[in-house]
């Protein structure tokens, strides 16, 4: 397993402790399911704050391959988890332990999937919050988040990483738009 989605957030909405919070929740859910070995880097992307330049998420899970908990290949390297020919469907983005996360249709629904990114993958530089203020806030803001199962509304109801944003950062308004706090996780090492 090189990929995976958490089964379950830390807790507090969209406050993760910001990058290094989240890194080290991906490292704990994969130590518990038994591949701790590896460096596990969580596909989020911050603004950058005062005169730090902005993380792309796609800078920060290694080169690929990627594989589910299932050992099923969902993308060969970084262009290709980014571009239309990747293997990202409801069935094949899976938990660490090897579940199905709910998605469209399912009670509840948490096919909202936190990344702040846009779909290449990058940053946003229009200087608004995509991040629920990098990670490290769950009241105000807004995060951008993905469709795990491809399917919904927003701008790009199709995008596994850029779909729409959520109605605010506390874990009530993320389940309020179909999602639950989770993010996804990627072996970089």
């Not at 701790?36 to 800078?59: C, E, F, H, I, M």
């Not at 020919?85 to 399912?106: A, C, W, Y």
């Amino acid at each position: 397993m090189t990929f995976f989605i958490t089964s379950a957030g830390p807790g507090n909405g969209a406050n993760l402790g910001g990058l290094t919070g989240a890194d080290a929740h991906c490292q704990k859910l994969a130590a518990a399911a038994g591949a701790g070995n590896r460096t596990w880097r969580a596909y989020l992307s911050t603004s950058g704050p005062g005169d730090q330049k902005p993380v792309n998420a796609k800078d920060r899970i290694g080169a690929g391959p990627w594989h589910n908990a299932k050992g099923v290949q969902v993308a060969a390297n970084v262009a290709e988890l980014h571009g239309d020919k990747n293997n990202l469907t409801k069935d094949t983005q899976l938990n660490e332990k090897g579940e199905v996360v709910n998605g469209r249709g399912d009670t509840p629904n948490r096919h909202d999937i936190l990344t702040g990114s846009q779909l290449d993958g990058t940053a946003f530089t229009d200087g608004a919050d995509h991040t629920c203020q990098n990670w490290t806030g769950s009241a105000d803001g807004s995060a951008q988040v993905g469709h795990h199962d491809r399917q919904g509304g927003g701008q790009n109801p199709t995008s596994w990483n850029s779909a729409h944003a959520s109605r605010g950062c506390s874990q009530e308004n993320l389940r309020g738009t179909g999602g639950d706090g989770l993010f996804y996780c990627f072996a970089a090492k």
